[in-house]
């Protein structure tokens, strides 16, 4: 429920100056207003001088910090973020978590988590944090979700950590594409923001049904104006504008290669998707003969089934690297939470990078002749590279 938002802005401001303060991020803006920074960090440091207040700030182009020392120094420095119209605040201490978020209407939406003593490891020490969103977060009491489907989340919002710049502030768009009952999409933009970036996020499934079930749960969440859904098929649903991540976890079948095609035709500068069953190639593979000397791959149906899956997502890489994609294909969870653990994963490349280069597409062409087989992500593409001349 929307909250008084002076009344959060003192509670934000109690966290900031308690001594047990980890972490704060402040970004986004307010409705028809605009924070002279894009983004401001504050953390804890300890220097020679003694601990101070570390306050970091960014303009969109170039950081700032600065060491405040506790007392009246920090009060007043804390008092003038605050003071600033920020959009969302995120702040952590050793024994809590709040998330601020100032509505369109200008009431707080807050969302409060207690942090837990780690369980003991066998040394007797503490063990390390083990989730990067806790599964005891207020959004799962909303969302739902068994406790696999939660580790899966956890997971991939890991690989997603890992794949963004630590540095990256300010707007960013979203697309989870085949996002079903959206525990992925609504488990994103809770991490995104708590990063403190601006996101708008867009989930799209095929079933109106559960673009309304979605729909309501933003609502519910108090993040309607910035999470929403739309009914379509991810080859045509209509996204505008086009994002710059796009996510797809466990889309079935071709329903990956329609995911990466779409990216690859926005030019989104990060994607990470979690393929599911692998069916299109390994029906070519059973209607070709097997080029020698493989039969012994292909000649047991189970092992033929997993040659397929591995051809399969090695093809989509290459294909995203002839595209101008840094590509590569990683485990993301453990293969006892789910069998479908792999994650495709891809940032645009840079200029000058040397990906799409002419051996390159020379080593997919030659792979994709050998086996007789037309992956469907090149279909979509309506694209099969040729190496350039001299290549």
């Known amino acids: 429920m929307p909250e008084s938002l002076d009344a959060a802005l003192t509670e934000v401001r109690a966290l900031l100056l308690d001594p047990a303060l980890t972490r704060a991020v402040a970004a986004g803006r307010r409705r028809g207003q605009r924070p002279s920074v894009v983004r401001a960090e504050l953390r804890p440091v300890a220097l020679k001088a003694g601990p101070r207040l570390q ?82 977060d207020p959004i799962f009491t909303t969302i739902g979700g068994s406790a696999a489907k939660r580790r899966q989340v956890d997971a991939f ?14 707007r960013l768009r979203v697309v989870d594409l085949g996002c079903g009952n959206a525990y992925l999409t609504f488990a994103a933009y809770r991490y995104l923001t708590g990063r403190g970036l601006d996101v708008e996020l867009v989930g799209v499934d095929v079933r109106e049904d559960q673009r309304q079930r979605n ?101 989509r890489a290459g294909l995203l690297r002839a595209h101008g994609y840094r590509a590569e294909v990683v485990e993301f969870v453990d293969s006892r939470h789910t069998p479908r653990n792999l994650l495709i994963r891809a940032r645009r490349a840079g200029t000058g990078s040397g990906t799409g280069s002419g051996g390159q597409l020379s080593e997919y062409r030659r792979l994709v002749d050998q086996w007789q087989v037309t992956p469907r992500l090149s279909t979509l593409l309506d694209d099969r590279p040729t190496p350039p001349d001299g290549a």
């Open 157 to 170: 919002l890991r690989a997603l950590a890992a794949t963004l710049p630590d540095d990256l502030t300010g």
């Open 215 to 315: 729909s309501e749960l933003a609502e519910r969440l108090g993040w309607a104006d910035r999470v929403s859904f739309v009914a379509g098929t991810i080859a045509d649903a209509v996204v505008e504008p086009a994002p710059d991540l796009v996510l797809a976890l466990h889309a079935c079948d071709t329903a990956t290669d329609e995911a990466l095609a779409r990216a690859v035709r926005w030019d989104a500068r990060w994607i990470l998707a979690a393929p599911c069953c692998h069916h299109d190639l390994a029906t070519q593979l059973r209607a070709r003969p097997t080029p020698a000397p493989y039969e012994l791959l292909t000649r047991q149906g189970i092992l033929r089934e997993r040659f397929a899956d591995v051809l399969t997502d090695a093809l």
């Open 55 to 136: 306050i970091s700030t960014s303009d969109g182009v170039r950081p700032y910090t600065r060491n405040v020392v506790p007392g009246a120094e920090a009060d007043a420095a804390v008092d003038a973020l605050l003071a600033e119209p920020f959009g969302n605040w995120h702040v952590e201490t050793t024994g809590a978590t709040l998330q601020l978020r100032v509505t369109k209407s200008g009431e707080a939406q807050v969302h409060r988590a207690t942090a837990s003593r780690p369980a003991a490891g066998p040394d007797g020490h503490d063990r390390a944090k083990e989730y990067l969103l806790d599964p005891g």
